[in-house]
């Protein structure tokens, strides 16, 4: 009996160890999430059962040991984080502080990615590249920038700071800051050099092109009263 109530008290000690560190070293993902999540109701759950922040977690390890040039091992711990969460990324991938992934099953980051901080990205999001090229090959991202859900960035491509790519969106080339991109292929409206609200409806998303063709409809009407 000693010996189990031992056995207990030290995975206990690992289990509140292992809590405490990635509160201190994933704060600013915690925080990240708490703030855009409004169904995350402490920082325990988020580290328990947010598969965003298990992602970021096996991310950061597997990129220090890229950084270390071991081979093979990174890759394949990245491989199993994307069985465990769904979620896909390089070790190789630079990834700034801040990054919140809701929900996240599907997302796909690539290996020359370059995320900034305070990035916002929904399930299903691809960072990727656009053929068999080498070097850098996949996008980089801007600080403070949202991606909606579905949507693609391909190719060694830059989306400014500020800017929101709407959900299913697909984006092949550079975006301004303060920008929100919508379409398929993306098509850029600005807004109006506001920095975006990280919490943004993606309801209210304006889409020149309904937006265009709802106004020749509105004309079409008037010229038939007439």
């Not at 201190?24 to 759950?45: C, G, H, Q, T």
């Not at 949507?151 to 929101?164: C, P, T, W």
């Amino acid at each position: 009996m000693i010996c189990l109530l031992e056995f207990i008290v030290i995975i206990l000690t690992i289990i509140l160890i292992w809590i405490l560190m990635i509160l201190l070293l994933f704060r600013r993902e915690i925080k990240a999430a708490r703030e855009r999540d409004p169904a995350a109701k402490s920082d325990i759950e988020l580290i328990l059962l947010y598969p965003g922040i298990h992602a970021l977690i096996f991310y950061r390890f597997t990129n220090f040991l890229h950084k270390l040039k071991i081979p093979i091992i990174p890759r394949t711990i990245s491989q199993l984080a994307r069985f465990l969460t769904g979620i896909e990324i390089h070790p190789a991938a630079h990834i700034g502080r801040g990054l919140f992934i809701d929900h996240g099953m599907g997302v796909v980051i690539g290996e020359t990615s370059i995320i900034g901080e305070n990035v916002t990205l929904y399930q299903g999001v691809t960072l990727g590249g656009t053929g068999k090229e080498r070097g850098k090959r996949h996008p980089t991202i801007g600080n403070n920038v949202v991606i909606g859900t579905g949507a693609k960035v391909l190719g060694d491509i830059s989306i400014g700071d500020n800017s929101y790519v709407g959900a299913n969106a697909v984006v092949i080339k550079d975006v301004p800051p303060n920008s929100t991109i919508v379409g398929v292929p993306g098509r850029i409206t600005k807004q109006e050099g506001k920095k975006i609200d990280l919490s943004l409806d993606h309801r209210h998303v304006i889409d020149p092109i309904t937006e265009s063709i709802n106004e020749l409809k509105r004309r079409i009407s008037d010229l038939e009263k007439k």
